[in-house]
């Protein structure tokens, strides 16, 4: 413990590592002897981070300020509505995915046990389809990307969170994301729907 110091032990807000998802790394899981990974992460109006399960990993969520909506266990699940102050568990093998109907950023901090989650966000700096290539292929996590859909357009939801989504012109760009629009319907039904929610955006704007 001597060999210790504040600098090991204290993260102060906004000295976080960088990664090329919207998720800031606090703490890997290297550093706490494997067990768990600490990271924080943020939900901007009217975006909808995609339904998924992890094979490996528990994870739990501290909701920093405003409000979150969440669906856990698919269509036939439970939703429910965590504001500021609120912990959210979410065990391995459950379906879920959360929601942002405010008006105002929502951040919260995550915490994962195992490594995998650690993995897929580190994967996002070789591109969106490798990050989500590798999630299915290698850590134990799966996409439910209908569904997703299915939620979005239920409440207009116009984004996506958590894979800090590129232009137009980098994803046509990726080798992998265009092999996955290109094999896989409910990829490509997904980003023909946010490109034309954009748009809508857009033209809201200029009416």
Known sequence: MSELNANDLVVKSGHGEKTASDM???????????????????VRPKELLVFHTHANEDQHMYIINGELHF?????????????????????????HGFW????ETVRYIETSTE????????????????????????????????R???????????????????????????????EMLRTNAETRELFLYLGGAKLKEAFKKLL
């Open 24 to 42: 800031q790394m606090i703490c890997r899981n290297a550093k706490l002897s494997g067990h768990f990974s600490i990271m924080e992460g943020e």
């Open 71 to 95: 669906e856990v266990g698919g269509a036939n699940g439970i939703r429910f509505t965590a504001g500021a102050g609120s912990h959210v568990l979410k065990p391995r093998g459950s379906s």
């Open 100 to 103: 942002n109907m405010g008006t």
């Open 115 to 146: 490594g995998g989650f650690e993995q897929f966000v580190d994967g996002r700096s070789g591109g969106l389809g490798s990050m989500l290539g590798a999630a299915t292929s290698e850590l134990g996590m799966t996409f439910e990307r209908g």
């Open 148 to 178: 997703a859909l299915e939620v979005m357009k239920e409440f207009g939801i116009t984004g996506l969170a958590g894979v800090n989504l590129p232009a137009p012109h980098e994803l046509v760009s990726d080798p992998a994301f265009l």
